[in-house]
């Protein structure tokens, strides 16, 4: 094992330790009261980007409840290098966006395009206006829903009798926005910032809830919770239906997703189809460093919050994916793959194991009741990345180009936040039938 494999879970654990994070938001708090500071969050509000309209709507109660003052910063182009497929990002947002309307109770028209580039700029402009201004998520609310419902007449009308910002100095301050925003240490709008930690969109909402109920001594938190749960009801009618997950060894994402498509499989008698794909970068996708760092926090925190255990970290990027996915074909053949993936995501995301050794490697085949010198012989065979360049393509036909993706029947769900959807979806086929 190299000395950075050695040392990578070592700072990974200080980095997404629960008592270190405890410890920052203490400081903060401290350091607010001493200055009599009320509680802000900057919120990064982009009129073209459908969660950040959807975060507006819960805004209002949110902050009623728990006390908190928005700061708005108002956001157009994004850094391009973290949109590595932009296109298949651009139209998954409109599919995905009323989907989490729903999970969340919140509005976003079913089927909606990409709304009129001058209607945004014009919204944009507005708002750019009017950020210091008390009533900016009322007039931020009303202008989204016009936009994405193609009321483009009614938001020009609006901009004759409303503050707007000159054109010029809004692409000037459009533009270092943009450029600082990496610097600032995050990458997507419909993101909230507070006492250091970033909060996106309605599904990390229930994160800073459970932070500020400590500050405020509030405890009725179940509004912003309930999204997450499964009810694991009855449906006969699943049984045997096809279950397609889209996994990658280096993304943390995937393995905090696996115990509960698990039990999900399982409860509904579902066929668990596993495809493994690259990692991005190793698809010759760059991953730029702020990007990482959030994940890998961000996931602590997804985490702790499922309970499962996370934080000691090698990244296998490399020779441990690699060594990972030749011994996909061997673990299927056995009908061992979900048993070989569960221990090696487990291995690598919290038990500072580097798969890229044979030391290591070996430990998590014999735990999966494999045996070691058979799966030396599938190390030496290319064979899997044919089948791995199948699956990508495959998962990005289907609409999606990241990790872990589901595909159920004719739906495909990116990312493990959608988890309870699948199930709904689930249920609902039943009732359909």
């Known amino acids: ?11 990974a654990r200080l980095i997404t330790s629960r008592s270190l994070r405890s410890l920052k938001r203490q400081w903060f708090e401290l350091r607010r009261g001493i200055t009599n500071s009320p509680a802000t969050a900057t919120f990064y509000y982009r009129a073209d980007d459908p969660y950040s309209w959807l975060l507006a ?18 956001m157009l182009g994004l850094p391009e290098e973290m949109y590595p497929e932009p296109t298949l990002y651009r139209q998954w947002c409109l599919e ?26 014009a919204v944009t402009r507005i708002l750019l206006a009017q950020e210091n201004e008390p009533g900016f998520l009322s007039i931020a609310q009303t202008l989204s829903r016009k936009l994405w419902e193609g009321q483009v007449d009614e938001i020009y009308a609006m901009a004759t009798h409303t503050g707007v910002m000159d054109e ?28 250091g930690e970033w909060y996106w969109g309605p599904d990390r909402l229930d994160h800073l809830a459970e932070r ?34 889209f996994f990658s060894f280096r993304s943390p994402y ?10 999900l499989a399982r409860h509904y008698g579902l066929k668990l189809v596993i495809r493994p794909v690259l990692p991005m970068v190793m698809r010759g996708l760059a991953v730029p460093k702020a990007k990482r760092l959030y994940i890998l926090t961000d996931a602590a ?3 702790q919050r499922a309970h499962v255990p996370f934080g000691k970290v090698c990244d296998p990027v490399g020779a441990g994916v690699e060594h990972c996915m030749a011994l996909w074909p061997y673990a299927e053949k056995r009908d061992k793959l979900s048993d070989f993936v569960f221990n090696a995501a487990t291995a690598i995301w919290s038990e500072g194991v580097d798969v890229a050794s044979d030391r290591g490697l070996r430990g998590v085949v014999e735990e999966t009741g494999l045996d070691w010198t058979t799966a030396q012989k599938y190390l030496a065979d290319d064979s899997w990345r044919s089948r791995a360049d199948s699956n990508r393509e495959t998962m990005m036909a289907a ?12 739906t495909m769900l990116w990312g493990q936040d959608r988890i309870p959807l699948l199930e709904q979806l689930i249920l609902n086929k039943e009732h359909d039938q």
């Open 301 to 303: 925190r997804e985490a």
């Open 1 to 11: 094992m190299s000395i950075k494999n050695r040392l990578m879970p070592v700072f």
């Open 168 to 195: 010029r100095q809004a692409e000037s301050v459009l533009e270092e926005r943009k450029n600082n925003f990496l610097a600032e240490g995050h990458y997507l709008t419909g993101t909230l910032h507070y006492g």
């Open 96 to 121: 995905d966006a009323p989907l989490c309307a729903r999970l969340h109770g919140l509005t976003f028209p079913e089927h909606a395009c990409a709304p009129d580039r001058k209607a945004v700029m």
């Open 57 to 74: 709507q819960q805004l209002p109660e949110f902050c009623r409840r728990f006390q908190l003052q928005i700061r708005p910063r108002v």
């Open 399 to 410: 609409g999606s180009w990241g990790v872990p993706s589901l595909r159920y029947q004719d």
């Open 254 to 263: 995937s393995y905090l997703a696996l115990d509960r498509i698990y039990r």
């Open 212 to 245: 500020l109920a400590q500050v405020t001594g509030r405890s009725d938190m179940d509004q912003w919770l309930t999204w997450r749960s499964l009810s694991l009801k009855p449906a006969s009618h699943a049984r045997g239906n096809e279950l397609e997950l």
